[in-house]
């Protein structure tokens, strides 16, 4: 069974950066579509962005486009997220998890704790 373990949230002013990073043990991901995900209160779950098995193909959701950048290294079984120009609007837990490239749905049905990430006005 996979386990996702993300970090590298915080408390941030807006404008600024955090790097998130989504560390696998369990099973090898190389095989799958990485994502992260969001959830702010009283929110769904959303989608923010993904990347190919290869790690040549990315894509954003249109609220984070040009602000964060997804990336992953099969050797460490690992996904990161560069969040870059945060907005108060990006407060909310952040996933990660493998996702299904067409629909951008989650694949595994159970999800990590998440990290939160909040950016101050």
């Known amino acids: 069974q996979v386990q996702l373990v993300e970090s590298g949230g915080g408390l941030v002013q807006a404008g600024g950066s955090l790097r998130l990073s989504c560390a696998a043990s369990?099973?090898?991901?190389?095989?799958?579509?990485m994502g992260w995900f969001r959830q702010a209160p009283g929110k769904e779950r959303e989608f923010v962005a993904a990347?190919?098995?290869?790690?040549?193909?990315?894509a954003y959701a249109d609220s984070v486009k040009g602000r964060f950048t997804i990336s992953r290294d099969n050797a460490k079984n690992t996904t990161y997220l560069q969040t870059n120009s945060l907005k108060p609007e990006d407060t909310a837990v952040y996933y990660c998890?493998?996702?299904?490239?067409?629909?951008?749905?989650?694949?595994?049905?159970?999800w990590g704790q998440g990290t939160q990430v909040i950016v101050s006005s």
């Open positions: 998890n493998a996702v299904q490239w067409g629909t951008r749905r989650p694949v595994f049905g159970t």
């Open positions: 369990g099973r090898t991901l190389i095989i799958y579509h």
């Open positions: 990347i190919s098995s290869s790690g040549g193909n990315t």
